[in-house]
């Protein structure tokens, strides 16, 4: 069986979607790649949690071909692709349909900082990625789903790392991480952080985001050159 230690994180991963809050029914996927091989694996199309294996997990290579696996990759497979190929330092990816990061995107509002439990993990405003037009729908809704996305990314000039969630109009967040629990860590920030902005919002009708040299403090203290937040290495 190919990538066994890969599989086993992918299927942690996803099994972790559930006790976090992040998913109902089967919500949600998460993916992650061997840099080194060029192959990457995903949860197979709605397979429950509960019953997920690591030989579930579906290996495919960076042209989209399945290399090892009998069940079918999930849907959003093509996405997790096109970003696989745009951005290298990506390692892992999560797609959810999580509530409160959900109700940003279908209302097309970005989500600004406005305290430090935002800033310690998103450096400024989680930015919306448009829409996708008629065209690309009826061409590959999945590929220009990540198409979009790679798009709005660097309209901004943000790496994925530095900026490790989206949300998409009218659909739902993903998020990137340097492997499949990062980005599942990632995930679980951002629907935190949406739900603390939607309840900040309710009290403060008149809320401002975070003044800049505090969200700068508190997001380079952990993700810095001179990051001091936790053990590091010694």
Known sequence: MLLPELRAQICEANKALVPSGLVRLTWGNVSAIDRTSGLWGIKPSGVDYAALTPADIVILDL?????????????????????????????????????????????????PCYGTTHADHFHGTVPMVRALTPEEV????EHFT?????????????????????????????TFGKNAMDSVNNS????????????????????????AHILAKHHLRKHGPNAYYGQGAH
Request: aromatic fraction near 4%; glycine fraction near 8%.
């Open 146 to 174: 990540g198409v979009a996305i790679v798009e709005r990314l660097r309209e901004l000039g943000l790496s994925p790392l530095e900026m490790p969630a989206i949300l998409q109009l009218h659909h739902a967040p993903f």
């Open 63 to 111: 042209d989209g071909e399945v290399v090892e696996g009998s069940l079918r990759p999930s849907s959003d497979t093509k996405t997790h692709l096109h970003l696989y190929r745009e951005f290298a330092e990506i390692g892992g990816i999560t797609h959810t349909h999580s509530v409160h990061a959900t109700m940003y995107s279908q209302a097309g509002r970005d989500l």
């Open 188 to 211: 679980i920030a951002l629907e935190m952080c949406a739900q603390m902005a939607l309840g900040s919002m309710t009290l403060n009708l008149n809320l401002q985001p975070i003044p």
């Open 138 to 141: 009826a061409a590959d809704y």
